[in-house]
């Protein structure tokens, strides 16, 4: 998977994830914890996507997840292209 990739869906599926529990939280309370749990493994899921492909094609170096888009590897400095 390209390292860009990796990273939408991180980020994407994160944000996604947070939403589904937080809404279904709040419409059904502890009435129904199974949508809160699908929106909690929806961003568990995503997250662990982006820890093991959000990575430098380089040097194979973990990329730092504060920037959306990174223009050099934070480990050696390679330039990532786009």
């Known amino acids: 998977m390209n390292y860009k ?3 939408m869906i991180r980020f994407f599926g994160v944000i996604i994830g947070i939403i589904i529990s937080g809404i279904f939280m ?5 009435e129904n914890n199974f ?3 699908i929106g909690v493994v929806v961003a568990a899921a ?3 996507i982006g ?3 959000y990575r430098c094609p380089n040097c194979g170096s973990l ?3 504060k920037p959306l888009i990174l223009r050099h590897c934070n480990n050696r400095g390679h ?3 786009g």
């Open 26 to 30: 709040l419409i059904y309370g502890t």
């Open 46 to 48: 995503s997250f662990i």
């Open 35 to 37: 949508l809160f749990v």
């Open 51 to 53: 820890l093991i492909f």
């Open 79 to 81: 330039k990532l292209g």
């Open 5 to 7: 990739t990796a990273n």
């Open 63 to 65: 990329l730092s997840f």
